[in-house]
Nanobody, 125 residues
Framework: QVQLVESGGGLVQAGGSLRLSCAAS????????MGWFRQAPGKEREFVSA????????YYADSVKGRFTISRDNAKNTVYLQMNSLKPEDTAVYYCAATGPYTAVGVTSALYKYWGQGTQVTVSS
């Protein structure tokens, strides 16, 4: 069982930055694709970003490309999401997710086996 704990959310003005962290409990972290998803009120959960188990490839939703950066530190069992130039439409609960070992990266939530509890990000205009 993999436990994921997000942190770093909060309230920020438009144009500001936040850095989300997701700490994983399991030693299998280093072989898992990690993803970030978000869900705004009244909307479906959507893909934000993902990073392969090696960190060699990253993927972004068009809406955040050029503003968000995903990274991971396998020695610390932690994945990060650096969010810059935040917009009010980025307001959502952000979830960290992990696949099983050596699973191909994907943008659909069904590929991810483990989920964190979410952290609120609110961007004021």
């Amino acid at each position: 069982q993999v436990q994921l704990v997000e942190s770093g959310g909060g309230l920020v003005q438009a144009g500001g930055s936040l850095r989300l962290s997701c700490a994983a409990s399991a030693r299998t972290f280093s072989s898992s694709t990690m993803g970030w998803f978000r869900q705004a009120p009244g909307k479906e959960r959507e893909f934000v970003s993902a990073i392969t188990w090696s960190g060699g490839s990253t993927y972004y939703a068009d809406s955040v490309k050029g503003r968000f950066t995903i990274s991971r530190d396998n020695a610390k069992n932690t994945v990060y999401l650096q969010m810059n130039s935040l917009k009010p439409e980025d307001t959502a609960v952000y979830y960290c997710a992990a696949t099983g070992p050596y699973t191909a990266v994907g943008v659909t939530s069904a590929l991810y086996k483990y989920w964190g509890q979410g952290t609120q990000v609110t961007v004021s205009s």
